[in-house]
């Protein structure tokens, strides 16, 4: 067999009409850039998330880093972010000429540790303006926590939630509990679209408007510019393929939790860590990430050799990366971070798989490790 972590043109073929019927109204609009569909994917996203305001902008690195400017993130701020994260997190941070500081993770959920972000902050609480905790892998951080610290140390809450748009915290949708949450559409994603695209989550006014202005060259009035802004806006052809999909989302996430249900069973007294979900969130499977000790990258080869495109997210932590170097970290100095980055691959689970697909799997794990 030959089974990728995602098979994007399965997940096309059913609803291919519906998606060349809204790409074919842009066209015979030809109205690009700022056309109706991008309005309407942003009340149906508010609609969706029971967001207040839904902002469309360029990409999930964009909507993190536009989302830290609209509320006064600037130069020479620190923001704290999981050292266990994929780049762009960081990396938006740093865009704005804010300094990321890194913080340790739980080894269940590997989603930002509430100790490790408050032993920082008891050392460098004034000098850290904002919190971007990751809802890693499809469930929610510790958002009762992070809200406490923010109260506590008085920072903005900017919840990059690039996995786990759908997923819930104790009955709110992910991105809806800080001040904003990051959407990105990346293909990849559970609800992708096709190409690069993102959206920023906020239930206050001042900072939606603000949103606006940034995105689109800080006007809202053509050729009158408030304030300096950037090129961030969202294709209208990516907001009517994402307002197909979206209406497909709750049915795809729920696939997903059903093949990590039979994963966990077929797992189970195996010797290897399956995904473990917190009391406080649901988990939509953006990824299903295993764990074992020192035979992880044994059975990453071991499964691509049976055609099961087993992957790593992610090989190498923040800190350890050489474009973070300047920020002068240890090696050791996030422990659990280091063991996670070694021990954890992760499956295809994606919602169209068939049965003989999850079969297949879980047989070639149970001969890799009996």
């Known amino acids: 067999m030959n089974i990728p972590i995602l098979d994007v043109k399965r997940q096309i073929r059913p609803i291919r009409r519906q998606l060349d019927a809204a790409i074919k109204r842009v066209i015979d609009n030809a109205n690009f850039v700022f056309g109706s569909e991008i309005k309407q994917l942003e009340e149906e996203v508010a609609g969706y998330s029971g967001a207040k305001y839904a902002v469309a902008v360029s990409n999930g690195t964009d909507a993190i880093r536009l989302a830290l400017l609209a509320q006064g993130v600037k130069q020479g701020d620190k923001v704290i972010c999981p050292d266990f994260t994929y780049y762009a ?46 809802h890693l892998f499809g469930q929610c951080a510790d958002m009762k926590g992070i809200m406490g610290l923010a109260k506590k140390y008085d920072l903005k809450v900017v919840e990059d939630n690039a996995q786990a748009f759908g997923a819930e915290f104790r009955g709110k949708k992910a991105g809806t509990i800080g001040d ?15 190409g690069d695209a993102g959206m ?12 606006y202005l940034l995105r689109n060259q800080g006007n809202i009035r053509k050729y009158h510019h408030l304030i300096v802004g950037y090129n961030n806006r969202m294709d209208t052809l ?18 997903r939790l059903q093949n990590a249900a039979y994963f966990n069973r077929a797992f189970e007294g195996l010797g290897i860590k399956t995904p473990v979900v917190s009391g406080f969130s649901t988990h939509i499977y953006h990824q299903y990430v295993l764990r074992l000790d020192n035979r ?48 954890t691959l992760a499956i295809p689970v994606y919602p169209d798989m068939t049965k003989q697909e999850r079969n297949y799997i879980a047989a070639c794990i149970e001969r890799f490790l009996k």
């Open 238 to 255: 990516q907001a009517a393929v994402l307002r197909v999909k979206l209406a497909h989302l709750d049915s795809w996430n729920t696939k």
């Open 180 to 194: 904003c949450g990051a959407v990105s559409f990346f293909p990849g994603k559970n609800l992708g679209a096709f």
């Open 89 to 134: 997190t960081a990396g938006a941070i740093a865009s704005v000429g804010a300094i990321p500081v890194f913080a340790d993770i739980y080894p269940d959920t590997y989603n930002i540790s509430i100790e490790s972000t408050e032993t920082i902050l008891k050392k460098q609480g004034k000098k850290i303006k904002a919190i971007v905790p990751v």
């Open 296 to 343: 992880r990258d044994t059975l990453v080869e071991y499964l691509r050799a049976k055609g099961i495109d087993a992957r790593v997210y992610y090989p190498l932590p923040l800190h350890l990366q050489e474009c973070f170097k300047y920020l002068g970290y240890k090696a050791a100095d996030f422990p659990e971070s280091i063991k996670a980055s070694k021990e």
């Open 200 to 211: 920023v989550l906020t239930n206050n006014k001042s900072v939606a408007n603000r949103l």
